[in-house]
Nanobody, 128 residues
């Protein structure tokens, strides 16, 4: 699976941004996905995940109510809608994917180690 993020940039605190991640190489409906930002000088961390059909989502407490993960299976694209951005949201944002070959497709993963495929990342900088 190849992943390509886009949509990062420089925004002021309180504003919004939408990140996109286009996947290729496998049927998009066979992969569960997530977003993992890596702040400067820190470890990559979980913020949001979604199952392969988009019906199940999970969020880190730090972004609940501000970020929304979604996917458009017709466009092979994962999104992260980020509202009320804060300077501490500054990070390189990576999307990740893991194959889900189960019958009902309820896999939602919060751990980096459970993902097999990663994009190159897109920089988000939030100024105060």
């Amino acid at each position: 699976v190849q992943l390509a993020e886009s949509g990062g940039g420089l925004v002021q605190a309180g504003n919004s941004l939408r990140l996109s991640c286009v996947a290729s190489g496998r049927p998009f409906t066979s992969i569960a996905m997530g977003w993992f930002p890596q702040p400067p000088g820190k470890e990559r961390e979980f913020v949001a995940a979604i199952n392969r059909n988009g019906g199940i989502t999970e969020y880190a407490d730090s972004v609940k109510g501000r970020f929304t993960i979604s996917r458009d299976n017709a466009k092979n694209t994962l999104y992260l809608h980020m509202n009320s951005l804060k300077p501490e949201d500054t990070a390189v944002y990576y999307c990740a994917a893991v194959l889900d070959m189960t019958l009902i497709g309820v896999i939602v993963r919060r751990s980096m180690g459970e993902y097999d495929y990663w994009g190159q990342g897109t920089q988000v900088t939030v100024s105060s």
